[in-house]
């Protein structure tokens, strides 16, 4: 989404002490029925109308409307100025796909390399992230290839299973494409401050392509408390495509 690259480069250039506060967001609207007529052209939107993101019956996402936008600072002059802080980013990333078949079959090998990139730079262990928001679109073929580049960067420093809520704001309130990355920031921003998890809608039965029971993640299908011990912080990670 190019709203997680607006996040991205504003917290790059925060970090570097280039300039000292950012809005940083995305805006979505359908003034058109150009872009609906083009996705239902090449077979990109459900059939149902529902989002049914890493469910056996995905086939294709929803359009939807939005906008989100956050003001971002470096923690040390928000402490300091005694700003309401709803969130701290630990890090981010972005890398370039390459060749692939199309937009709908991204290359699970780049989101792999960019996952485990942040976490190594940044001093991330995935066993300390309770919740991943997916891209999640609910379509058929692009939702095991995600899967597969998060359980590939996990697996590469944990063997724990079933800890890691896996979820995506698309099955509430559809794919809104240049805000779809900031909407599935402020969705955890909003969880992080419950501290609860919320649920993915529209999942009964995962897509056969994917592997749930031996991975580290599971769909939250109910809401829940985000329950964490003593000491530990809530951590969660946002994956986005654009």
């Not at 967001?25 to 872009?35: D, W």
């Not at 900031?182 to 809608?201: E, F, N, T």
């Amino acid at each position: 989404s190019s709203s997680l690259v607006a996040m991205h480069l504003a917290c790059q250039a925060l970090w570097a002490n280039e300039i000292e506060l950012a809005l940083a967001g995305g805006v979505s609207a359908a003034t058109t029925p150009g872009f609906y007529l083009q996705a239902s052209n090449a077979g990109m939107l459900s059939s149902t109308g529902r989002c049914h993101t890493f469910d056996d019956r995905a086939d294709g996402f929803v359009p939807g409307e939005g906008a989100g936008v956050v003001v971002l600072k470096r923690l040390g002059d928000a402490l300091a100025a005694g700003d309401h802080i709803h969130a701290v980013i630990r890090g981010s990333g972005i890398n370039q796909d390459g060749t692939t078949n199309g937009i709908t079959a991204p290359s699970a090998l780049s989101q792999e390399r960019v996952e485990r990139d942040v976490y190594a730079a940044f001093g991330i262990h995935p066993e300390d992230i309770q919740v991943v928001e997916a891209h999640g679109t609910g379509t058929r073929l692009g939702d095991p290839i995600e899967f597969r580049a998060l359980r590939q960067s996990f697996g590469a420093s944990t063997s724990k299973i079933g800890y890691c809520a896996l979820g995506s704001i698309k099955t509430n309130i559809g794919h809104t494409l240049l805000a779809a990355g900031v909407a599935g920031v402020l969705k955890l921003v909003m969880a992080l401050k419950h501290r609860q998890i919320p649920p993915s809608l529209h999942f009964e039965r995962g897509n056969a392509q994917i592997d749930f029971e031996s991975s580290p993640f599971y769909v939250p299908t109910t809401l829940r408390p985000w329950d964490v011990a003593p000491g530990v912080p809530r951590r969660a990670a946002v994956s986005s495509f654009g």
